[in-house]
């Protein structure tokens, strides 16, 4: 530690990877819509499960994206005993722009964001805001961090949920939050200290790793 502070508590570490590639030629929003994903990038998914801590409780969200990914990872050689599924952990539900393409929602909605489909607060018709998902994110993660305290905790997840996760481990604005870049198959790595007080208990290790040679040189992330 740079502050020469003794670690006396326990330490969580949790693993964030974002699910892989979607197939969406025609770019629409399917935020909960229940889309495969596409796996084949073998070298990609073999570098990434090396980096994945071995002895880990693993977690996905309910959707199949997540769930297949986190498989994948485990055949391409990361270390899983047995994947638990928590739907709190699923991407933002957009309500009824789900199946919408990107311009129809920029064009018939006249709050866009540069880095998101809505201010954060704007909640669509049917569906949840990001503060909605960071809080039950938020919920899961602090639940979670109590039942498995000192271990490394793997998650496959989404995007709107590790920028969610980076929200409440800098204690940061949803409108800053939604500025984080979480490329497919990328790992985000925050800790959790047991001993600090629970206002700066969180340390973000790194965000978005991601070999870009290996994701670009396979139509990866645009």
């Known amino acids: 530690m740079a502050t020469g502070a003794k670690i006396t508590g326990a330490v969580t570490r ?3 990877v974002r699910h892989a590639v979607v197939p969406n030629p025609e770019r629409r929003c399917y935020g909960q819509s229940d889309m495969d994903c596409d796996v084949s ?5 073999r570098h990434q499960a090396k980096l994945l801590p071995k002895g880990a409780v693993w977690y996905a969200s ?18 899983m005993d047995k994947l638990h599924i928590d739907p709190d952990l699923a991407e933002q539900h957009f309500g009824k722009w789900q199946g919408l393409t990107y311009v ?3 064009e018939n909605h006249a709050d866009n964001h540069l880095f998101w489909l809505g201010p954060p607060e704007f909640r669509p018709e049917g569906g949840e805001s990001f503060v909605d998902l960071r809080d039950r994110t938020v919920r899961s993660i602090d639940r979670l961090t109590a039942e498995h305290k000192g271990r490394d905790i793997v998650a496959t997840a989404h ?4 920028r969610a996760a980076l929200a409440h481990a800098f204690d940061l604005h949803p409108e800053a939050a939604v500025r984080f870049e979480i490329d497919n198959v990328s790992i985000t790595m925050i800790e959790h200290f047991e001993q600090a007080n629970p206002e700066h208990a969180w340390r973000v290790a790194f965000v978005n790793y ?4 290996l994701a670009f040189a396979r139509g990866g992330p645009a």
Do not use: Q, S
């Open 14 to 16: 949790w693993w964030w």
């Open 62 to 79: 309910n959707l199949l994206r997540a769930r297949k990914t986190a498989e994948h990872l485990a055949r391409a050689g990361a270390e």
């Open 210 to 213: 991601m070999p870009r040679a």
């Open 104 to 106: 129809e929602i920029a």
């Open 159 to 162: 995007g709107g949920t590790i």
């Open 41 to 45: 990038n073998e070298e990609l998914f």
